[in-house]
């Protein structure tokens, strides 16, 4: 095997320690590869972290606007919300980070890609599974599964290697933000029945208190304008984050079921995605052909399992991407959102492709709808039905 292993890196805590312990403990050289995913952060200091930390060489990717377009957009087309709530803001970075670690690994001869997750996660399961499926010739080390460290440990192996770290043994919060959201663990949200304290909370501090509307315009299924100003994909998530956070609208209080069996009180702050999927789900209403409509809807729980549970490169949620694709082509067209303290909702919506017939729909003099043809309709709905009430039904003898 090469000597040479690729990590992905964050800059915290455990990452840095990794880069130390894998070359001290394992004898390898490290690439440290930050991957820039929407999370903000000072990337020249990250980066002369990692090699301070003793890493040969670090690699700053710019991956927002491909998150955007290549990994978000499926996720807005799918409609996607784990366990109907979480709009998977980890889960989605997750492949964006694997597939830059494997180009990185197969450009500089790497045999091996490194993360610094725990056993107990998500993100161990993302990345490797990931990394399996694409790139099934690399093994894949867990640093944090192996040396059994606790944080208070952690800090003062930092301390004897010289690694220059932020971190504090009471730090409260564990926090993975990036263009589509932030999440919070840790401290004392790990208790179900302990209400969330406002300092957890960035992107959802009420400023503003009159109401205003927004209008969201897509085409094909993605969002392209704010107001009728077209904007980059990642520009429009951080404008609408921005709106809608401003609001103080966008939290979202759980407790999920992780993949490895795990119940996890967690707390997210997602106002952009949030206004985004709410609007993209209304549009469908009047652009998606009833039985396309209520298939689709089956198949979006299905494809946020998939996702969350680290497949996205399998081959299940590649051709439900095809059929969500698809499904696309009439979801044209604008939402009004209406912004309150506290609230988001849809009060319009309107597509030049829109199925909402009027005619068909209205119950003022302009109704086109035949009613003769309901009779015989209703008469042939029912028939399985009254047939066995008339033979088996419970008002029978027999």
């Known amino acids: 095997m090469s000597d040479k292993v690729v990590l ?81 803001v980890s889960a ?56 059994g460290m606790s944080r208070a440990e952690l800090l003062k192996y930092a301390h004897e290697h010289a690694i220059s770290v932020e971190a504090a043994v009471d730090k409260l919060y564990s926090i993975d933000e990036n263009l589509w959201g ?5 401290g004392v949200m790990e208790d179900p029945w302990v209400s969330p304290p406002e300092d957890v909370y960035e992107l959802t501090i009420q400023r503003e208190t009159i109401p205003r509307e927004v209008i969201l315009s897509f085409e094909k299924g993605i969002p392209v304008a704010i107001d009728g100003e077209k904007l980059k994909l990642a ?17 979202i209080d759980m407790v999920e079921n992780r993949r490895v069996g795990i119940k996890s009180r967690e707390t997210y702050e997602c106002p952009g995605a949030l206004a985004i999927l709410l609007a993209h789900s209304d549009l469908e209403s009047i652009a998606l052909e009833r039985d396309l409509a209520h298939e689709k809807l089956r198949l979006e729980p299905r494809w946020a399992e998939l996702v969350y549970d680290g497949m996205w490169f399998s081959p299940l949620k590649q051709a439900i991407d095809s059929f969500f694709a698809e499904s696309q082509k009439s979801v044209t067209g604008d939402v009004r959102l209406r912004f309150s303290p506290g609230n988001c909702t849809v009060v319009g ?34 028939m399985s039905l009254s047939t066995w009430a008339r033979i088996q039904g419970l008002g029978t003898s027999k």
Request: hydrophobic content about 40%; proline content about 3%; overall charge negative.
């Open 235 to 251: 520009d429009l998530i951080s404008l609408m984050s921005q709106i809608a956070g401003s609001y103080g609208w966008g939290r």
């Open 8 to 88: 992905a890196y964050s800059g915290g805590l455990d990452t840095s320690v990794a880069v130390a312990w894998l070359k001290e403990t394992e004898g390898l050289d490290v690439i440290a590869v930050v991957v820039d995913v929407g999370q903000g952060g000072d990337f020249n200091k990250i980066a002369q972290r990692a090699i301070s930390a003793g890493a040969i060489d670090c690699i700053v990717v710019d991956a927002r606007d491909e998150m955007a377009e290549d990994f978000v957009v499926p996720a807005i087309k799918a409609n996607a919300l784990y366990e109907g709530r979480y709009p998977l």
């Open 349 to 382: 919506r309107r597509s030049e492709l829109s199925l909402y017939d009027y005619g068909l729909a209205t119950y003022e003099p302009e109704d086109t709808f035949k009613h003769e043809y309901a009779e015989g309709f209703v008469q042939i709905w029912g």
């Open 92 to 147: 989605l970075s997750r492949p964006v980070i694997v597939k830059h670690l494997v180009e990185v690994a197969r450009a500089r001869g790497a045999g091996s890609v490194a993360h610094g997750c725990t056993g107990k996660g998500n993100d161990q399961v993302r990345f490797e599974v990931g990394i399996a499926s694409i790139a099934p010739e690399l093994e894949t080390l867990a640093p944090a599964r192996s040396w």
């Open 182 to 186: 932030r999440a919070i663990e840790c």
